[in-house]
């Protein structure tokens, strides 16, 4: 066994907890280095009673590991562990201390969950396991009140420009809420409502108030309420890391240096604030002068942004929010923000922007999920661009599994692109054949799926701001073909607990080719995901029945 | 190379911020496989012109693996990373995607430390990083004023046993501050305090009371005032994890059930509470039903026992807390126990007793460092016992300076026995020269010494409760041989930062065998400890000028 290769988190994302009773147990191995491994569990105060053996499984491989886990349920809530590794005549045990050739008989040097806290188990909302997102950028969706219009506002369906107005607003959205409906989505996310000059609305000019463009708290209460009212919940979009030129605590820092009642709100590394040779006196998301960053651990700061974290969740009815910049904030903020946010409402979704491994953040005292931008990435490179063959792909995917704790999985926020991406489309030359095949993934994949605004009725767009296209409504412009297909994977995925929840296994994953199979698999019901990822017809050999019986098998073709 | 072997773990305790200009970077790779690291980083919005390469070191080594280190200063508090591995003629780059043959074009799938926040700098108390600590048992330490002793308190220096008083108080610790600091000590730790039925205090039965066998709040003000006279610090224990048996919330939980006002403070699994074949039906301390556990969720208990926290910080003078059971207490808790006892005194120190790997606690947010067990068992192995080689226990030290970022290490309560466990004169079998190694260790090594009480005399004792005898105060039955040792190793201490907050090298470290030389080192000075753990005079030769010129070498022997 090489050794080297063996590897397990005491706590953290390889040893948490999901319930009052019950432990993830998970370890790494060199791939197909280990034949066996039992987790040998206990509780250290009745060791000799409570002593068993617990079978562990692969669930996942990659380019060099296996990954294994197994439960565990201690009968008072603590347990003591170590592993015993078997592979031919030979059989280590690991535990803290290292490893062994022979069993230890005392548990002194095992792991150990000294106690299951029910503050630290890891859990995610059940609604957003559950859900499929649909992501608004509101000032492109649909113009349903055109008295509330900026001025300059384009004609609707222009070019993009950095800096265009089309005149999109929430009454837009509320008009349309049967169509998102149908086409089988239970939740919106909507990018930054609040005001802001800019028409992507990420450069906030006051935390408490929504944009007048987009319409005024009545019209924005009573379109949370139809969401409600048909089973859709609403995700609010905020930056906390930095804020906008037009912010008056900044106006004020501006205006007065040093002497700003302010003046410690940002991070001020030299008065008067300015700017010599592109670098600004103050810190601010990259070098953008107008996007100063927050000084999140002050207190005065900490109150005024808690208190919106608050108040949109609390008070005017958002289901959870979705955080720019996540990761160039303090991890004490978002603590705090996370009590703030799931104290007015439990089931609150918070999901982080991180564009990179995200578990500092994801270990149930932040954020529920983050953007899954490393899931984004695979299914571009291997189905729009098939840079990677299926191999690669199933490696990514399963990579990012052994990262984070279950209920993180069930709840990561996988998109295909969003309005910082070219369009997926766009990604796959136009070829909406790659384009249903992504769309199909990410449907039977673990995770909380997320359209981005007409990609289901077959808009394109490159990067930023060509993404950000008007949404089309005459529908004879519309990919009603498209749009069906979405609809069907949607359905699917509603239909089958096992597509949101189910575990899930690789079957088969070709090496320099691109077909592609996998599981679904819960106690109702197994499906099977067959993909090719080629131009041509694959005739590909699955052991579908791998240990189980209870099999819904469904053909169903791109 | 051994890609297999190769780990990094981005933010958590291998890539750490130190303050708002430094990182700390870390990775392992399997020993003696690879020959040079550098590490690539630079600003992600000004790649080009920030890019550098950092040279790594290996500053830890065990039996499987190598631990490099590098510290990066980014011009503008933000890092994009990854790693240059070379080998003979091999190079690979790893990133957070994995590893390539060829050098990566784009910084995208790089590390990242996004931001450098204040709030996330891992910061250990200065004042604990240059103490010497010294373990009161109140009960065992002197008897000052005999008025307060308890009943049927038994005549100094008799046998304890488990529920026997001999009517030690803090009277007493104040008549003998001159002894104390005569020893070197500029650190009192005391085990409970709190009023509570039993001699150890472990029991509390009022968290904001002191116990008044021990004396009043004015002679512990006054004792606490003297020893800040004296320059030294004075830590307390507290049991946040059960109460006792006498605690009033919990006498009436007992009495009124689920009718208590106090009902929710634990954790109840039945109503009425009770014994059944040895397991309580709520939960305790280990089995123990009058240790009753804390529902530390609670809003109500958590305010009752934070109030405790800032009280004894913030009004009666105390400069840290030792937690007890600390791990069977959830980290919410914690980090909201963090943010009082420090915003009553930001230089507080909190130690956890955290018999394992104590990672999840040391990131930052909780806990300034843990009782180093696992460093008492390696030096008792080693020296006291003969157990483990020179090798194997060096490798055992590298262990852990590896788990922990730098200012958690330094902080590391470094204890040889104390309370809980045998005396380490015991455990060396009455063998003094064994003791004075064991000493020397721990006074050359990082973290932070804890001698406790009696040890520097010669008091021996086996476990709990013989390990908690009288101290002896007449002279002529002291050993002050030894007591001159310990005055001169802490003096040395005392003498010369690099022994506490310098570098440590391994130099040499014997396998099979028992000697051990290591190097201390600063900008000041370097020392060279040579260790002969055997019998024998043993002759070792070391290349004590490894890279350094400005030694100030100096021969000390046992």
Not at 189 to 201: G, L, Q, V, W
Not at 392 to 419: C, E, G, I, T
Request: aromatic residues 14%; hydrophobic residues 35%.
């Amino acid at each position: 066994m090489l050794l080297e290769a063996i590897e397990h988190r005491p706590k953290m994302n390889w040893a948490y907890t999901v319930d009052k009773e019950t432990i993830h147990l998970r370890i790494r191995t060199k791939k197909s280095d280990v034949e066996r491994i039992f987790v040998i569990g206990g509780d250290k105060y009745a060791w000799d009673r409570t002593k068993e053996e617990i079978p562990m499984r692969v669930f996942a491989s990659d380019e060099l590991f296996d990954y294994w886990e197994c439960e565990a349920k201690p009968p008072y809530r603590r347990l003591k562990y170590g592993f015993k590794l078997e592979s031919g005549s030979e059989t280590v045990w690991m535990n803290e201390d290292g490893f062994h050739h022979t069993e230890r008989t005392s548990s002194d040097d095992f792991y150990e969950i000294a106690y299951i806290n029910p503050e630290d188990i890891i859990k995610t909302p059940e609604w957003a396991k559950n859900a499929v997102f649909y992501q608004i950028f509101p000032e492109r969706f649909a113009n349903g009140d055109p008295s509330r219009d900026p001025e300059n506002v384009q004609p609707w369906g222009g070019k993009p420009e950095v800096d265009s107005f089309f005149g999109g607003d929430l009454e837009g959205v509320r008009q349309h809420l049967d169509y998102i409906a149908d086409l089988g989505i239970n939740a919106i996310y909507f990018t930054p409502i609040f005001e802001a000059p800019s028409n992507h609305k990420y450069d906030t000019q006051d935390y408490l108030k929504l944009d007048p463009h987009f319409g005024d708290i009545d019209t924005l209460k009573q379109l949370i309420e139809e969401c409600h009212g048909r089973g859709i919940r609403v995700l609010l979009d905020a930056v906390f890391n930095h804020s906008g030129k037009t912010f008056k605590p900044f106006v004020d820092v501006k205006e007065n240096g040093a002497d700003s009642a302010y003046a410690d709100w940002f991070h001020v590394r030299e008065f008067p604030i300015e700017v010599k040779d592109g670098i600004p006196s103050y810190e601010t998301f990259s070098f953008e002068p107008n996007m100063p960053k927050f000084n999140t651990g002050h207190p005065e700061v900490k109150k005024y942004l808690l208190e919106a974290a608050r108040y949109w969740i609390g008070e005017v009815g958002f289901d959870g929010w979705r955080l720019d910049v996540a990761d160039e904030v303090d991890h004490r903020f978002w603590r705090e923000f996370q009590t703030v946010v799931k104290e007015a409402n439990p089931e609150a979704y918070i999901v982080g922007e991180l564009w990179h491994e995200a578990t500092p953040w994801l270990q149930g005292d932040q954020f529920d999920s983050a953007m899954n931008y490393p899931f984004t990435y695979a299914v571009r490179d291997f189905v729009a661009l098939g840079k990677t063959d299926a191999r690669k792909f199933a490696y990514s995917l399963s990579k990012q599994l052994a990262r984070y704790p279950l209920p993180v999985s069930q709840a990561a926020f996988n998109l295909l692109d969003s309005h910082d991406t070219e369009r997926i489309l766009t990604v796959a030359g136009g070829d909406k054949n790659k384009l249903k095949l992504a769309v199909t993934i990410q449907m039977t994949y673990p995770g909380t799926p997320c359209v981005y605004y007409g990609d289901e009725i077959g808009i394109d767009g490159g990067a930023d701001p060509d993404c950000r296209k008007c949404m089309e409504w005459d529908e004879s412009k519309q990919d009603r073909d498209l749009h069906e297909f979405y609809k069907t994977a949607i359905g699917l995925r509603h239909e089958y607990a096992a597509l949101r929840t189910g575990r899930f296994d690789v079957l088969h994953a070709e090496e320099g080719g691109h077909t592609l199979a996998y599981r679904r698999e819960d106690e109702e019901s197994t499906l099977i995901v067959a993909l090719n990822a080629s131009d041509k017809p694959q005739t590909v050999e699955i052991d579908a029945n791998g240990g189980s019986e209870k099999t819904t098998a469904e053909a169903w073709s791109v």
